[in-house]
């Protein structure tokens, strides 16, 4: 053994299985403490006014943490929770535990790194080593066939070359057992927060039931289970993953990955378990397709550094963003007057959650309809979203706002057409705006096109029980 005590810094790494950092720690200590640290930083309002965390991501990171202690005490162990700047506190707790290393996860952005690089300098001069570990891709750093430097700018050309040149890493062995001090440190442990510890309130709990997402190792592997084997889902996943109503359009493995409950290699095994003992087709490939997605985000981020928050992007675009907070504000609040817009809004402030197509759609409604500062969308999905993962949102925020490495120039989504395509029937609207209920079929998604007697007999009158629409909207031009 290379360590007496190691101290196991858990981050988005929040899981047992496939966890480099903790098999690389039991391997190398001869006692290992798991430590969970809460950054104030990270539940501050922005500058727009509203939490960095939000309500329901917070409470899913809190359900993962206390997954994630109750898995390590079936095996021995248990977590410290700490609350502070975890450069401060970690070393303060290493050097009081009496750990002569601290073992964590690499982070991509400059926002974790600086806390790294802080950690380190204040630990090195303790007296106390850190290793951290690559373990947040599909694909290994280490296993590329390009510099990071010379990371493909378009998606197609970096998935051809790391298909084509690399190899997925083999998923690391099952822990069974944790050899941790219990006795010793059981006055350190501490609990897990309450919402209002960080500033927060408690979510409303009549959000949409379809949304079964509860946060931990356990649920994810549960969901893999569930969605691979027990419904048979996967063969279909390419042909429903653009649903917008239940569960079970899409894998919704993203809350549990941004989190690191599961690692993308566990999915890739279970997929490739999948299709020798069931069906393998595009739909099977379509989830590995994703994860790769997935990769790219990170690996642009990587390379890129904090150009992906920049306003010009990593294409440097002049500035000539609006900075309407009224509108911007009718936006958040699903009141746009544009029902396929306002339903996807308030989904997401009701559940954190979205479709993929309905992120497309509010993103592009926001950057190109009505010309706002994309940054601002970025920084409310960060706020809000359930699995929020700072590569893929800001990534993805930058090819709506034309600014990142999308090879079109502008990636400009039709509101009427894509809900004539996704929610013809006005089923999504429906669900989430019960004010306009009433319209029948798609004239739900245009309601200023009824005339005033019509909405009067459905007791509608807009601009006052539902708002006018907050642009001219073009008709939709049908197709004979």
Avoid at 283 to 299: C, G, P, Q
Avoid at 328 to 355: C, H, I, Q, Y
Wanted: hydrophobic letters at 35%; a neutral charge.
């Amino acid at each position: 053994m290379k360590f007496n005590r190691i101290l196991v810094w858990f981050r988005n790494d929040l899981r047992i299985r496939d966890n480099e950092t903790l098999s690389r720690a039991i391997q190398s200590g001869i006692q290992v403490i798991p430590v969970y640290c809460f950054d104030p930083r990270m539940y501050a309002n922005t500058s727009l006014g509203f939490p960095k965390t939000g309500a329901i991501r917070a409470k899913f990171i809190l359900e993962s943490i206390t997954d994630l202690r109750t898995s390590l005490q079936k095996i021995g162990g248990d977590i410290i929770i700490l609350q502070g700047k975890p450069e401060v506190e970690i070393p303060r707790l290493a050097e009081q535990v009496m750990a002569d290393a601290i073992f964590f996860s690499k982070e991509i952005t400059s926002e974790e790194r600086s806390v790294d690089k802080s950690l380190e300098k204040t630990a090195f001069s303790m007296g106390i080593a850190c290793e951290s570990f690559w373990q947040s891709t599909l694909y290994h750093l280490d296993d590329f066939p390009f510099p990071i430097k010379q990371t493909p700018e378009v998606f197609t050309q970096f998935r051809k070359e790391v298909e084509k040149q690399s190899k997925i890493r083999a998923t690391f062995s099952e822990i069974k057992e944790i050899k941790f001090p219990q006795s010793e440190l059981k006055s350190l442990l501490g609990e897990v927060p309450k919402l209002s510890h960080l500033g927060l309130e408690e979510p409303k709990s009549d959000v949409q039931s379809w949304l079964e997402m509860k946060g931990g190792e356990s649920s994810a592997l549960g969901r893999l289970r569930s969605y691979f084997w027990e419904k048979d889902l996967l063969k279909v996943y390419k042909e429903t993953r653009n649903g917008m109503i239940g569960m079970d359009y899409s894998s919704k493995f993203s809350p549990w990955l941004a989190l690191g409950c599961i690692s993308p290699r566990t999915i890739y095994e279970e997929v490739k378990k999948y299709e020798r003992e069931r069906k393998k087709n595009d739909s099977t490939y379509w989830l590995i397709f994703e994860l790769i997605w997935r990769d790219y985000f990170r690996f642009i981020a990587k390379k890129h550094g904090d150009k992906i928050f920049d306003i010009e992007g990593i294409k440097h675009q002049k500035d000539s963003w609006r900075r309407d907070k009224a509108q911007f504000e009718r936006w958040v609040e699903g009141m746009t007057g544009v029902p396929f817009v306002d339903a996807n809004m308030r989904e997401l402030k009701e559940t954190g959650f979205m479709s993929n197509r309905g992120r497309q759609n509010v993103a592009s409604f926001l950057v190109n309809d009505l010309g706002i500062d994309w940054t601002w969308g970025a920084t409310y999905f960060e706020s809000q979203l359930i699995d929020y993962d700072v590569c893929s949102n800001w990534g993805n925020w930058m090819y709506v706002g034309g600014v990142g490495n999308d090879p079109r120039e502008n990636r400009y989504f039709n509101i009427l057409r894509q809900a004539n395509n996704y929610d013809k029937k006005g089923e999504f609207v429906r669900l989430w705006i019960p004010e306009l209920e009433e319209i029948k079929g798609f004239d739900i998604h245009q309601p200023w096109e009824l005339s005033t007697s019509q909405l009067r007999a459905l007791k509608i009158q807009l601009g006052h029980t539902y708002p006018q629409p907050i642009i001219k909207i073009p008709k939709l031009e049908k197709s004979y």
